[in-house]
């Protein structure tokens, strides 16, 4: 008995590790399709072969979005190892996941007065 309960513990430990993967992991999708995007349609190679210089050249609204995607994606892999860590302490905490919000804002907040 004692050894099924030492069991299903290490079960549930191991349970909640993953649930705290699980949100990062579920950002890289949408992260790597804005990159991708932003990334080709930015580039000026592209745009010439595709004949799209009336839609996509530089100072249209439309390559200004895709710039906006190309550097959210950025942001994201960039941080990735930021995202994870703070991922796993939120994921982990019990009670004071109050704490990993504030720190994560915290984090923004500096970051984005740095740039």
Known sequence: MNKNKKENQIFLTLQTIGRAFFLPVSI???AGLLLGLGAS???PKTIAFYHLDGLL?????????LTVMNNVGLAVFANLPLIFAMAVALGMA????????ALFWTFIYNNAHNY
């Open 94 to 101: 019990k009670k004071e996941k109050g704490v990993a919000v």
């Open 41 to 43: 349609f930015t580039n």
């Open 57 to 65: 050249a530089q100072g249209t609204p439309m390559n200004y979005v």
């Open 28 to 30: 890289l999708p949408v």
